[in-house]
């Protein structure tokens, strides 16, 4: 039996073989996506070419650890694929980020991907969203009154916090995780989540996720979105 440990490294691997030479690809964020990065790494460093954009300053720097090439969103207004993790899947492939606080650049970069492949431990895959609570990301400025319109969507909101002081992002804004009973309608959440001033994103994910590459016992499967 595989630890959760080995999942995530075996399906960041298994990740690899959906890249080819000269592609943009993007790079996610967290413990999972890590495996994927430090895989994409040994190839580069064999003389596999590619360019990059990553999804955090850590990836970023990760990344550059290896030498693995940047590109930049002028330069690449499309990226062929991204790979990144997720903190919640469920079966239509809709996901809950920003567990590791990079949400709004996450979805930046899955928006210019042409393939996002999703991957995880298989204690991520759920029937319904929401155990996990659901990070949204705030500005500083009035983060009161936008904490407040968050807590009348019958949810239970808190300002993440880091060393008693509030998390801050890569975009230096704050993050507000919101625990949901349960997330049944995540389209019609995600737009009233959006008309509240001073949001500026939150960690549903509803219809980036091409492929999942799951955990299991016995190896990763791969899972493929009949949507596209
Ligand atoms: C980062 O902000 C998140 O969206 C990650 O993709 C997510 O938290 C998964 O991280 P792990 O692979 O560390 O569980």
């Not at 630890?3 to 890249?19: I, N, P, S």
């Not at 808190?158 to 890569?170: A, S, V």
């Not at 959440?189 to 996720?209: D, K, M, N, Q, T």
């Amino acid at each position: 039996v595989l630890t959760q440990e080995e999942q995530k490294k075996m399906v960041g691997e298994k990740a690899l073989e959906f890249v080819r030479d000269g592609m943009a690809i993007g790079l996610g964020t967290g413990s999972t996506a890590r495996y994927f990065i430090e895989g994409l790494g040994r190839m580069v460093q064999e003389g596999f070419c590619c360019t990059t954009i990553a999804t955090s300053v850590a990836s970023e720097n990760l990344a550059e650890s290896y030498g693995i090439p940047k590109t930049t969103f002028t330069e690449t207004p499309q990226l062929d694929l991204v790979v990144d993790g997720a903190d919640e899947i469920d079966t239509e492939f809709t996901l809950i980020k920003g567990g590791g606080g990079a949400l709004l650049r996450e979805k930046i970069v899955a928006s210019i991907s042409k393939h996002m492949v999703v991957i995880a431990d298989s204690s991520k895959y759920v029937p319904v969203l929401g155990s996990f609570p659901l990070p949204i990301e705030i500005v500083q400025y009035g983060w009161e009154a936008s904490f407040a319109a968050i807590q009348q969507l019958s949810c239970i909101p808190i300002l993440r916090q880091r060393e008693g002081k509030p998390y801050l992002t890569d975009n230096g804004n704050f993050i507000v995780d919101a625990k949901f009973s349960a997330i049944h309608d995540p389209q019609t959440l995600e737009s009233a989540l959006r008309h509240i001033p001073g949001v500026v994103e939150c960690g549903l994910f509803i219809g980036f996720a091409d492929t999942v590459i799951l955990g299991s016992p016995d190896g990763p499967k791969v899972l493929s979105s009949n949507r596209k």
